[in-house]
């Protein structure tokens, strides 16, 4: 569960960075408070879509959130996969 700690640091620093409250992200995420609580601090496993949500709420990409690059510029979108 270590990895999901590291995730749900970075869920933290990014929601404290817009001034969101985690009722603020869980009800963007379609998910109760409780749930958003557990993903931040490591608890529960973090979903793909939500992580996927994540990246697009905070305007920033998977890999930044997953830890994979220190880069929190979005990435580019190729409309014709979309």
Do not use: C, W
């Not at 994540?54 to 998977?62: E, V, W």
Request: charged content about 30%; proline content about 4%.
């Amino acid at each position: 569960m270590e990895l999901y700690k590291e995730v749900g640091q970075t869920m933290r620093l990014l929601r404290h960075q817009k001034r969101f409250t985690r009722k603020n992200v869980a009800d963007y995420l379609g998910v109760t408070p409780a749930t958003y609580t557990r993903y931040e601090s490591g608890q529960s496993k973090i979903p793909l879509r939500i992580v996927k949500s994540l990246a697009i709420f905070y305007d920033t990409n998977m890999d930044y959130i997953v830890g994979l690059t220190n880069e929190s510029a979005p990435l580019k979108r190729d409309e014709s996969t979309d």
